[in-house]
T-cell receptor
Framework: GAGVSQSPSNKVTEKGKDVELRCDPI?????LYWYRQRLGQGLEFLIY????????KSGLPSDRFSAERTGESVSTLTIQRTQQEDSAVYLC?????????????FGEGSRLTVL | KQEVTQIPAALSVPEGENLVLNCSFT??????LQWFRQDPGKGLTSLLL?????REQTSGRLNASLDKSSGRSTLYIAASQPGDSATYLC????????????FGSGTRLLVRP
């Protein structure tokens, strides 16, 4: 596609349920990033993929969070046993280069509300 | 630890004014700096990317400068318009963890008609 695509755009779930968020990066982009943005706050780095591997998972807030990427394209972020503090917008970005100079392009985000 | 600060946190100006948004970072060892805009409820739109070897970048009415040694970047918006109203974020890519962009908390801009 022309840009980074994320789904669902909005998700309301009950506390304790599992959710999956999906990201389709720009075609050919080898690097993929997940960020979280809580209401009124800045962007918090979660995880980075280079191809299908994730060299840095240190940003994942807890072991309830996991992410995978297949075929060097689609990535899914899974949150198990959701808690109210997980409510946020989850943003995905991709970049063409694996090196440090690549420009990041973001999707519209998935807004998660945990009741 | 790299910290990115944006001042002011909020800015309201009348249409037509030229304005400057500021971004400062504590560690000058960066690969690049990127400016984004974010509209309410939306994702981030990339505005300008400045590599560490560059001093400035221009796109239309936007001009971004980078002074790596002093840890500062400015985003200059000429002849502001109501459509420029958004939150503007700067982010730096560190040399020692180059895959991670460190974001400032943003400047909320309101351009009044």
């Amino acid at each position: 596609g022309a840009g980074v695509s994320q789904s669902p755009s909005n998700k309301v779930t009950e506390k304790g349920k599992d959710v999956e968020l999906r990201c389709d990066p720009i075609s050919g982009h080898t690097a993929l990033y997940w960020y979280r943005q809580r209401l009124g706050q800045g962007l918090e780095f979660l995880i980075y993929f280079q191809g299908n591997s994730a060299p840095d998972k240190s940003g994942l807030p807890s072991d309830r969070f996991s992410a995978e990427r297949t075929g060097e394209s689609v990535s899914t972020l899974t949150i198990q046993r959701t808690q109210q503090e997980d409510s946020a917008v989850y943003l995905c970005a991709s970049s063409l280069e694996s090196m440090n100079t690549g420009e990041l392009f973001f999707g519209e985000g998935s807004r998660l509300t945990v009741l | 630890k790299q910290e990115v600060t944006q001042i002011p946190a909020a800015l309201s100006v009348p249409e037509g004014e030229n304005l400057v948004l500021n971004c400062s970072f504590t560690d000058s060892a960066i690969y690049n700096l990127q400016w984004f805009r974010q509209d309410p409820g939306k994702g981030l739109t990339s505005l300008l990317l400045i590599q560490s070897s560059q001093r400035e970048q221009t796109s239309g009415r936007l001009n971004a400068s980078l002074d790596k040694s002093s840890g500062r970047s400015t985003l200059y918006i000429a002849a502001s318009q109501p459509g420029d109203s958004a939150t503007y974020l700067c982010a730096v890519r560190r040399m020692d963890s180059s895959y991670k962009l460190i974001f400032g908390s943003g400047t909320r801009l309101l351009v009044r008609p």
